[in-house]
């Protein structure tokens, strides 16, 4: 029996246009793909290149599809007074480079999607500042267990932060930040399996305008210090 091929399906309260858009234009792509970062491994601009523009298969602006990096195949396609966009992920094994990190990279296409979706309908045409955090361990983050649309407040990490569910899947969470200037948490975390016998936690933080991102930064990175082993430590 044939391996049902992951897809991701989010809705978009905006014109198909503005989403394809999104998806081609490098200073748009820099408002919700990923994270910041700077390393050994090159930026998020040569990221955003090397996925996007440098190894695309398909691009036709006039379907909205886009085919990229290892056959990852997005469709854009008007939805309900917006749009809708379906992620539909290479079949497994066709990239055998890639194998051990599919399962990664499907959650990794979860994140940005809702990242997304949180830019144009929240913040179009603004940019972020973000941060992010990995590491291993089994300890969940405590947090309301409300569907997508409901307003939550707790105590996060040293701080009282109010918002809404923004969305829920079977292993992440994403809720927006009233003070982080209307910002977006997204928190991942993924049982001990297989190729993560001791569990996994990721968190990105996008934040915006006067946001205090180094004092922010501070108190998470102690935080995750004393939850999580990190690739550092």
Do not use: C
Not at 2 to 13: H, L, M, S
Not at 35 to 54: C, K
Not at 184 to 201: F, M, T, Y
């Amino acid at each position: 029996m044939t391996e049902q091929t992951p897809q991701i399906v989010v809705t978009v309260a905006a014109p198909v246009e503005a989403v394809w858009e999104a998806l081609r234009d490098k200073d748009k792509i820099r408002h919700w793909h990923g994270w910041e970062y700077e390393g050994a491994e090159g930026t998020l601009d040569q990221e955003i290149d090397l996925i996007y523009f440098e190894h695309v298969a398909v691009d036709d602006a006039e379907a909205h599809v886009l085919d990229i990096q290892g056959g990852d195949k997005f469709a854009v396609e008007p939805h309900e007074g917006g749009a809708k966009i379906t992620l539909t992920r290479a079949a497994r094994g066709d990239n055998p480079d890639w194998e051990a990190y599919y399962d990664d990279i499907t959650e990794g296409w979860t994140t940005f999607l809702n990242q997304l979706r949180f830019a144009l309908e929240r913040h179009p045409d603004e940019p972020r500042r973000t941060l992010f955090y990995s590491g291993t361990g089994t300890e969940q983050f405590k947090l309301p267990d409300l569907p997508a649309g409901t307003p939550y407040g707790l105590d996060l990490v040293g701080e009282r932060v109010t918002g809404t569910v923004w969305f829920v899947s079977e292993n992440q969470r994403g809720l927006t930040v009233d003070s982080w200037g209307d910002g977006l948490l997204v928190l991942s975390h993924v049982g001990p399996n297989e190729q993560k016998p001791e569990g996994a936690a990721m968190a990105v933080l996008s934040l915006y305008g006067a946001t205090d991102r180094d004092e922010l930064d501070k108190r998470w990175t102690s935080w995750w210090a004393a939850h999580y082993s990190t690739p550092e430590a």
